[in-house]
């Protein structure tokens, strides 16, 4: 910060919030059973490191003004967020360093505390819960419908438990004119849109606010810097109580477009786990969740999981599928040196849109043609946000077993008999899409119309609401047929 200013406040918030997905925050390490790992503390407990909250805020806010993240000039003009959070410019010694100081986001336990610190004793029974982590499978879809043979086409990671809670700090050191911007620091975790860890595009890393507690010193006051310095670094230290209405969560902003699906299934569906049981050879997905009662956490009976990514995918391969029909490209009838890979999966102009691409998802062959290439084949992060959707068991399953024939024969072939085991309960599923609508404004299509994106991506959705989009796995055994209806606001 600037030697020259001074700044009398501080601005102190201590913040509790609680999963409302699965979280994703990882430590970037594998292990022998698993792909990626969460983060986790000295203890082994599950924590969200500072730095990635401040990473996320950052980006969060500037998304929110719709800034840039710093603008160089001769007199170095730097945006307020860069300000707040500090910057330097590339190759020389100028620049500020950070007026925001964000702690790590600690596991609250049974006893309402955060976990801070070495654990002197043993860890409790919730906390060897945490331990033990679901390990969600992946497997990469390509345009043909099949598995991806491609590396990195099969993966895995650990998830936290829905329902946990963390607790973590912020303080800003400032003046009475950071006022506004640190509510709206403070705004954006109140936001639908935010979303903290890895595969936040793919139903992870959702957050709501439990508890918001809030102070400001004001160091020009005895009394307030005798508090300030009285103050522990400790999470479990008190400050002021602000509820109601500073903890509700805010409306979508103006620059999302939330669309809201009501759907029930026709008849069966199966999200497979990838595993069998001692009946059959695939069995459904489920995931616990934490509950909290009377302050303490509960680990809930095992409920239906249906991940956000499985429905992505469907969505997103005839949202393709409907942006080259109204685009007038069809595999019958391209041009000279054009192929399909052109137009499907991430080369798509609608994907690199709305769902986002890899870099250098184009290909050598457009590298070359391309004197000077877009951003958005530079690699693209998604704008579509859903979220994962766990509805509770009721048991109501079926086993259907199978046997492959043989085309020649008519009979059945040796060791080709399988059975699964099917979810057959009819719970209304509430499904939300938050999309970006700059991902409808880009003028970087090679082909088609941005117009064609938003009316792809809704014929996608009403393919959905009739039954011709099946969600899941076995859908071209008849499963995963969903009807409703779905609202634009």
């Known amino acids: 910060m600037s030697e020259n200013k001074k700044y009398p406040l501080r601005y102190l918030a201590q913040i509790t919030v609680e999963a409302e997905t699965p979280l994703a925050v990882s430590n970037g390490e594998e292990s022998l059973v698993c792909d990626l790992l969460v983060a986790t503390d000295a203890n082994g407990v599950p924590m969200i490191p500072g730095t ?42 100028k620049g500020e360093g950070s007026r925001l100081i964000i702690s790590s986001a600690h596991i609250i336990d049974e006893d309402g505390k955060a976990v801070e610190g070495l654990l002197l004793k043993r860890k409790s029974k919730y906390l060897q819960i945490l331990e033990k982590l679901p390990v969600r499978q992946h497997c990469k879809i390509n345009h043909r419908g099949a598995a991806d043979t491609e590396a990195h086409g099969k993966f895995d990671n650990q998830v936290l438990l829905k329902g946990v809670r963390f607790k973590f700090e912020i303080e800003l050191v400032g003046d009475e004119a950071d006022k506004p911007i640190w509510n709206e620091l403070i705004d954006q975790l109140k936001s639908p849109a935010f979303r903290i860890g890895g595969g936040t595009r793919k139903g992870y890393g959702k957050l709501k606010i439990f508890e918001l507690k809030k102070k400001v010193f004001d160091l020009s006051n005895s009394d307030d810097i005798n508090g300030y310095l009285e103050k522990t670094s400790s999470l479990n230290s008190q400050l002021e109580v602000k509820i109601g209405s500073d903890i509700a969560e805010k ?88 192929k399909i890979e052109d137009f499907v999966g991430e080369n798509n102009p609608s994907i690199k849109a709305l769902f986002g691409c890899a870099k250098d998802s184009n290909g050598e062959d457009d590298k070359k043609n391309d004197k000077k ?5 530079k690699g693209l992060r998604g704008n579509v946000i859903m979220s994962d959707i766990l509805i509770k068991d009721e048991k109501k399953t079926k086993i259907l077993n199978h046997v492959s024939i043989d085309r020649f024969t008519g009979g059945a072939i040796n060791g080709a ?17 938050l999309v970006n609508k700059k991902a409808f404004e880009t003028d970087m299509l090679k082909y088609g119309d941005k117009e064609h994106i938003q009316k792809a991506l809704e014929c996608a959705l009403d393919d959905l609401c009739k039954g011709l989009l099946p969600l899941g796995g076995g859908v071209m055994r008849g499963h995963g047929c969903f009807i409703g209806k779905w609202e634009k606001q």
């Not at 699906?261 to 069998?276: Q, V």
């Not at 302050?295 to 599928?321: D, Q, V, W």
């Open 373 to 377: 290439s877009s951003d958005i084949d």
């Open 417 to 433: 008999l399988f059975d699964e085991k099917v979810i057959a309960q009819k719970t209304r599923l509430d499904l939300e899409l």
């Open 52 to 93: 990635s909250l401040c990473g996320v805020l950052r980006s969060s806010l500037a998304e929110a003004r719709n800034e840039k993240q710093i603008i160089y000039s001769p007199d170095i003009q730097v945006s307020p967020i860069d300000e707040l959070f500090g910057w330097q410019k590339p190759g020389t010694e």
């Open 251 to 338: 409306a979508v902003d103006g620059n999302w477009i939330k669309y809201t699906l009501t759907i029930t299934p026709d008849d069966f569906f199966l999200f497979g786990s990838g595993y069998s049981d001692e009946d059959v050879d695939m069995t459904p997905v489920y995931e616990n969740v934490v509950i909290w009662k009377n302050g303490k956490p509960e680990i809930s009976e095992r409920m239906i999981l249906i991940p956000a990514s499985s429905i992505k995918g469907a969505i997103s391969h005839r949202t393709a599928y409907h942006f080259n029909r109204l685009s007038k490209k069809f595999a019958d009838k391209l041009k000279p040196g054009e």
